[in-house]
């Protein structure tokens, strides 16, 4: 088992900026990957960043990249998503995950955080 627990969410005026974070324990050698996802009411889970424990390799979203960073300290086992130029429409409960592999779909990762509210206004 892996537990994931996020914080640094809130609200945030448009072109502002946030950083998340999430830390993983127990098991966490059993999962090489940790990703964010973000969800609106009524809509799936949408992948926004992952990066690789080892190596660093990162992946973006079209619609974040240039604006939101992620990054990990495997000596803390956190990563970080900075968010910078928010725009209203970057609105949603944001989680992290942890998988195997770099994938863009929910369901290809293994464990979940409890997610952490981000609000932009215009």
């Known amino acids: 088992q892996v537990q994931l627990v996020e914080s640094g969410g809130g609200f945030v005026q448009a072109g502002g900026s946030l950083r998340l974070s999430c830390t993983a324990s127990?098991?966490?050698?059993?999962?090489?990957?940790m990703a964010w996802f973000r969800q609106t009411p009524r809509k799936e889970r949408d992948f926004v960043a992952a990066?690789?424990?080892?190596?660093?390799?990162?992946s973006y979203d079209g619609s974040v990249k240039g604006r939101f960073t992620i990054s990990r300290d495997n000596a803390k086992n956190t990563v970080w998503l900075e968010m910078s130029n928010l725009r209203p429409e970057d609105t949603a409960v944001y989680f992290c995950?942890?998988?195997?592999?770099?994938?863009?779909?929910?369901?290809?990762?293994?464990?979940w955080g409890q997610g952490t509210q981000v609000t932009v206004s215009s």
């Open positions: 127990g098991r966490t050698y059993d999962d090489s990957v």
């Open positions: 995950a942890s998988g195997s592999y770099i994938r863009t779909n929910s369901n290809d990762y293994n464990y």
């Open positions: 990066i690789r424990w080892i190596g660093g390799r990162t």
